[in-house]
């Protein structure tokens, strides 16, 4: 593929040729199949299943109500296809085609097209750098060099962007786009995924306080996601919130027609460094809006940090209670084998044992919830080498609460007598109780 930089240069000829082209491209016009239907001379030769080419086959038509353009190589070759850009098509007055490999499409004239990649979504910023270009010509009218389609293309994506300020200050536009609510087309402040895939429009299917689906806009055989209805976090942050699994994506109704799309762990952990977020709108150039303004942006995320630190208030405050629940209703194990000798013995074990981890609880007393020992044996001999029991050790904590672990308690065998009294092991997890309990 060609690569050509932006030099100053070029971009000095760019902006004066854009000027040139804003009054050319007042007078809108319109493809039809009889216009473009034919073969295409290229500038410079592509590869196709049937090997270099310099001609295409281009058609022009509509298919289930959306106009396309296909291109194709030879009769047997895969044709590629390019979907109409509608929005830019309107504002730039010419016809201009993308498909999902990242090519635009742009019609020069009637019988000329500039197949071009970028660095930049078309509307999104002005392009400054060109990864690949080429020129189609229809066979017998006349052409132009890569270099002006270069500069053309270059142009109409300043053009698109010197007019974005305008009407944002006008609102001019504004009025086309329908802010209902709830499902329907949401275009993106920035790509948003879906499954593997990147889309600037969705289709958003909201069941309020339910779930939310979304679907890149015109997709038959992708992916979609679903976020469920959180109660808890709707209730902290006072805005309805969904997530997708447990997976730390969420999306928040911020308003009418506006999705808030979050990447955090909301609930859990305050705003990261690398947390992150996404604006679906129902508006778009709103949308455009605050994919340019940084201040808009920085309010944002400011909202969310604010968010993220009540609805972690609010699960912190769930656990605390749950945990004074438990705590409530927690009761010591049954008592298992009396043996008074083993439980002081076992007492000695447990704080050996203690002291060693450095554990800060007050260990109070052992006692054995066993009925009885079980015989440790050697795998290979089946030899008696020790036994084994479990037992519950009690303790005080610093918070005036009590608890207990379960611990397990062992003693070696030499052949004549068992030796003394080990700790083997504990249970993980402390079971904090009242210490009326103990």
Same mark, same amino acid.
């Given at each position: 593929?060609?690569?050509?930089?932006?030099?100053?240069?070029?971009?000095?000829?760019?902006?004066?040729?854009?000027?040139?082209?804003?009054?050319?491209?007042?007078?809108?016009?319109?493809?039809?199949?009889?216009?473009?239907?034919?073969?295409?001379?290229?500038?410079?030769?592509?590869?196709?299943?049937?090997?270099?080419?310099?001609?295409?086959?281009?058609?022009?038509?509509?298919?289930?109500?959306?106009?396309?353009?296909?291109?194709?190589?030879?009769?047997?070759?895969?044709?590629?296809?390019?979907?109409?850009?509608?929005?830019?098509?309107?504002?730039?007055?010419?016809?201009?085609?993308?498909?999902?490999?990242?090519?635009?499409?742009?019609?020069?004239?009637?019988?000329?097209?500039?197949?071009?990649?970028?660095?930049?979504? #078309? =509307? %999104?910023?002005? &392009?400054? *750098?060109? @990864?690949?270009? $080429?020129?189609?010509?229809?066979?017998? !009218?006349?052409?132009?060099?890569?270099?002006?389609?270069?500069?053309?293309?270059?142009?109409?994506?300043?053009?698109?962007?010197?007019?974005?300020?305008?009407?944002?200050?006008?609102?001019?536009?504004?009025?086309?786009?329908?802010?209902?609510?709830?499902?329907?087309?949401?275009?993106?402040?920035?790509?948003?995924?879906?499954?593997?895939?990147?889309?600037?429009?969705?289709?958003?299917?909201?069941?309020?306080?339910?779930?939310?689906?979304?679907?890149?806009?015109?997709?038959?055989?992708?992916?979609?996601?679903?976020?469920?209805?959180?109660?808890?976090?709707?209730?902290?942050?006072?805005?309805?919130?969904?997530?997708?699994?447990?997976?730390?994506?969420?999306?928040?109704?911020?308003?009418?027609?506006?999705?808030?799309?979050?990447?955090?762990? #909301? =609930? %859990?952990?305050? &705003?990261? *460094?690398? @947390?992150?977020? $996404?604006?679906?709108?129902?508006?778009? !150039?709103?949308?455009?809006?605050?994919?340019?303004?940084?201040?808009?942006?920085?309010?944002?995320?400011?909202?969310?940090?604010?968010?993220?630190?009540?609805?972690?208030?609010?699960?912190?405050?769930?656990?605390?209670?749950?945990?004074?629940?438990?705590?409530?209703?927690?009761?010591?194990?049954?008592?298992?084998?009396?043996?008074?000798?083993?439980?002081?013995?076992?007492?000695?074990?447990?704080?050996?044992?203690?002291?060693?981890?450095?554990?800060?609880?007050?260990?109070?007393?052992?006692?054995?919830?066993?009925?009885?020992?079980?015989?440790?044996?050697?795998?290979?001999?089946?030899?008696?080498?020790?036994?084994?029991?479990?037992?519950?050790?009690?303790?005080?904590?610093?918070?005036?609460?009590?608890?207990?672990?379960?611990?397990?308690?062992?003693?070696?065998?030499?052949?004549?007598?068992?030796?003394?009294?080990?700790?083997?092991?504990?249970?993980?997890?402390?079971?904090?109780?009242?210490?009326?309990?103990?």
């Amino acid at each position: 593929m060609l690569k050509a930089l932006i030099n100053p240069s070029f971009l000095k000829a760019s902006i004066l040729i854009c000027s040139l082209f804003m009054v050319f491209a007042a007078q809108a016009f319109e493809l039809t199949p009889e216009k473009v239907n034919g073969i295409y001379l290229l500038a410079i030769p592509e590869r196709s299943a049937a090997g270099q080419t310099k001609k295409l086959q281009i058609e022009f038509a509509e298919m289930n109500g959306q106009k396309v353009l296909a291109t194709q190589a030879c009769p047997r070759c895969p044709a590629a296809g390019y979907k109409l850009q509608a929005e830019v098509s309107k504002e730039l007055g010419r016809p201009v085609f993308f498909n999902s490999m990242g090519i635009y499409i742009i019609a020069y004239d009637d019988n000329t097209f500039v197949s071009v990649a970028a660095d930049g979504e #078309l =509307g %999104k910023m002005a &392009w400054s *750098e060109i @990864s690949y270009a $080429n020129i189609y010509s229809k066979q017998g !009218t006349p052409t132009i060099s890569l270099e002006v389609g270069e500069q053309f293309v270059v142009a109409e994506s300043q053009r698109l962007m010197m007019n974005e300020p305008q009407r944002l200050m006008t609102g001019e536009g504004v009025a086309k786009f329908e802010v209902s609510g709830g499902s329907g087309r949401y275009y993106a402040a920035v790509s948003q995924a879906v499954g593997s895939k990147q889309y600037d429009q969705l289709m958003v299917k909201l069941d309020d306080k339910k779930e939310i689906i979304l679907a890149g806009l015109n997709c038959r055989s992708c992916t979609s996601s679903t976020y469920v209805y959180e109660a808890e976090l709707s209730q902290a942050i006072a805005k309805p919130v969904y997530e997708m699994g447990n997976m730390g994506r969420f999306l928040i109704a911020q308003d009418k027609g506006i999705i808030w799309v979050v990447s955090a762990p #909301l =609930g %859990k952990q305050l &705003w990261q *460094e690398h @947390s992150s977020y $996404n604006v679906l709108g129902q508006d778009k !150039t709103a949308m455009r809006q605050v994919s340019q303004d940084k201040a808009a942006q920085d309010a944002i995320e400011g909202r969310l940090r604010d968010y993220a630190t009540k609805a972690k208030a609010e699960v912190d405050a769930r656990y605390v209670e749950e945990d004074l629940q438990r705590t409530a209703a927690n009761v010591l194990p049954a008592k298992g084998m009396e043996d008074s000798d083993l439980e002081l013995s076992g007492l000695i074990a447990a704080r050996a044992w203690a002291n060693s981890y450095s554990w800060k609880e007050q260990l109070q007393y052992v006692y054995m919830t066993s009925r009885d020992w079980s015989i440790l044996r050697n795998k290979l001999t089946g030899i008696q080498t020790g036994r084994r029991i479990q037992g519950v050790i009690t303790m005080k904590r610093d918070d005036g609460l009590c608890s207990y672990q379960q611990a397990i308690f062992e003693q070696a065998y030499n052949g004549t007598d068992y030796q003394e009294v080990v700790m083997a092991g504990v249970v993980p997890g402390q079971n904090k109780l009242d210490c009326g309990k103990i």
